[in-house]
């Protein structure tokens, strides 16, 4: 299985962007690459998702460089109900969610 | 409407008890799953079913037993319930395409405490 890799957690101010990335040293030619966010009790739900190079939805924005080996989560302008966990994932481990990444945004 | 649903939300019970989680999904999807978050967030893989068919088993204790008597539900069984079973329990679905990922709708979670 693909393994992805991610800090564990992070803190921000109100208003500022937020960037998370996270590794993909194993990552196959047909995998896609999905992020995930999870909201205090309350179970994950999909965010973005993306193959190469910029994808960008009305959450956020996720880079992918040309060797895929990582992804970037960016998220505008942060507010204090993007506190959360954020899980990244590549296609063939999208079942090993692991720890996540804890994101706390500040007033 | 809600797409994917579990009960009960919380389940509190004593060791060596037996009690069982449903869920349920109302998204026509062929593939459901169990995932374990236990208190540092780490969120892992139990079992997968896709048209009723176990295709995943992550090396989770036989006291573990899921039952899916059709693709729109996926029930867990747990026997013999012990204290390192205390979490909270994901049921999730996905509908397998080709070439995008499998976006998974998870449920709202069952927290489980044994005492």
């Known amino acids: 299985l693909a393994k992805t890799t991610q800090p564990i957690s992070m803190d921000s101010y109100e208003g500022q962007e937020v960037n998370i990335t996270c590794s993909h040293n194993?990552?196959?030619?047909?995998?896609?690459i999905t992020w995930y966010q999870q909201f205090p009790s309350q179970g994950p739900r999909f965010i973005i998702q993306?193959?190469?190079t910029k994808v960008t939805n009305e959450v956020a924005s996720l880079f992918i460089p040309a060797d895929r080996k990582s992804s970037t989560l960016s998220l505008p302008r942060v507010s204090l109900s993007d506190t959360a966990v954020y899980y990244c994932?590549?296609?063939?481990?999208?079942?090993?969610f692991g720890k996540g990444n804890q994101v706390v945004v500040i007033p | 409407d809600t797409a994917v649903s579990q009960t009960p939300k919380y389940l509190v019970t004593q060791m060596g008890n037996d009690k069982s989680i449903k869920c349920e999904q109302n998204?026509?999807?062929?593939?459901m799953y169990w995932y374990k978050q236990d208190s540092k967030k780490f969120l892992k893989i139990m079992f997968s079913?896709?048209?009723?068919?176990?295709?995943i088993n992550e090396t989770v204790p036989n006291r573990f037993s899921p039952k899916s008597p059709d693709k729109a539900h996926l029930n867990l069984h747990i026997n013999s319930l012990e204290l390192g079973d205390s979490a909270v329990y994901f049921c999730?679905?996905?509908?397998?395409?080709?070439?995008?990922?499998?976006?998974?709708?998870f449920g709202p979670g069952t927290r489980l405490t044994v005492t």
């Open positions: 999730a679905s996905s509908q397998p395409g080709t070439g995008v990922s499998y976006e998974q709708y």
């Open positions: 194993n990552i196959a030619t047909n995998d896609y």
């Open positions: 993306g193959y190469k």
């Open positions: 994932l590549g296609s063939e481990d999208r079942l090993a």
């Open positions: 998204l026509g999807h062929d593939t």
């Open positions: 079913y896709n048209n009723k068919e176990l295709i």
